[in-house]
C-alpha cells in the first residue's frame, strides 16, 4: 500500500467512524412524536416506544411518562392525571412494583390506584430537560397476558381548565402539554394489542386541543 493510499484508507475510516456515531445519536435521541411540548408514556427512556405487543408474563418492564421535545430548559413542576384500562375482572393480574419521581420532588399525588390517579409535583432543584425528560417511572408485572392500555389527561387542579396536563417553568409560567397520541380518549400507550398509537399532527392536535379549552 503506498503512503497515499494508506491516508486514504484511514481517511475513510475516520469517515466511517464520524457516520456510524451519527446515526447511533440521531436513533439515541429520536422520539415517537415530532411536535414540541407533548406527554406520553414509552416503554423506553428515549420516547421510542409506545407499544410492547407481547408481553412476557412474570417478568417485570418499565413504563415512563415522558415529557417529550420540551420548550422549556427546565421544569419546576408537572401536573396530570392517568388510567390504566384492563378487562373488567382481570384488575389484579397487573401489579406495580415500584414508582420513582425526580429527584427533589415535593410530591402531592392520589397514586394509590394503578388504575386512576394524578401527580402534582414540585421539583427543587430543578428537572433539567432533554428531548426525551422522564417524569415518573413506574415498574410493572402481569400475571396474565391482559391488554393494557394507558390514558393521560388533567389532574383535579388542572390551572386552564382545558383537560390537558401542564408543565411549570422555574419562572412560574405554566404550559399546558399535549397528549402523544391526540386525546384523553385515545390510548396513549399499549400493552398486548396489536398496533401502536400514532401521533397526531400539529393540525389535528391544534383541534383537539380547541375542543378542551
Do not use: C
Not at 85 to 110: A, F, H, Y
Request: no cysteine; glycine share 10%.
Amino acid at each position: 500500500m503506498t503512503e497515499r493510499n494508506k491516508y486514504a484508507h484511514v481517511a475513510q475510516g475516520i469517515l466511517l467512524s464520524i457516520l456510524i456515531l451519527g446515526l447511533v445519536g440521531t436513533s439515541a435521541f429520536a422520539v415517537v412524536d415530532p411536535d414540541p411540548d407533548m406527554l406520553g408514556v414509552y416503554f423506553d427512556e428515549n420516547a421510542n416506544i409506545n407499544s410492547i405487543e407481547d408481553q412476557p408474563e412474570g417478568e417485570s418492564f418499565f413504563a415512563y411518562f415522558i415529557l417529550t421535545k420540551p420548550t422549556m430548559s427546565a421544569v419546576w413542576g408537572f401536573d396530570f392525571g392517568y388510567r390504566v384500562v384492563v378487562p373488567s375482572g382481570m384488575e389484579d393480574r397487573i401489579l406495580r412494583l415500584g414508582r420513582l419521581l425526580p429527584t427533589g420532588s415535593t410530591p402531592s399525588l392520589d397514586d394509590m390506584s394503578l388504575y386512576n390517579g394524578w401527580y402534582t409535583i414540585g421539583i427543587d432543584p430543578n428537572l433539567l430537560t432533554t428531548e426525551a425528560t422522564v417524569l415518573v417511572q413506574w415498574e410493572l408485572m402481569i400475571t396474565a397476558p391482559i391488554p393494557i392500555e394507558f390514558f393521560l389527561g388533567a389532574s383535579p387542579f388542572d390551572y386552564f381548565e382545558d383537560g390537558l396536563p401542564e408543565i411549570q417553568s422555574p419562572s412560574g409560567q405554566i404550559l399546558p402539554v399535549g397528549l402523544s397520541t391526540g386525546g384523553p380518549d385515545i390510548p396513549v400507550a399499549t400493552v398486548n394489542l396489536p398496533g401502536a398509537p400514532v401521533a397526531a399532527d400539529n393540525a389535528a392536535w391544534g383541534q383537539i386541543k380547541a375542543m378542551f379549552r
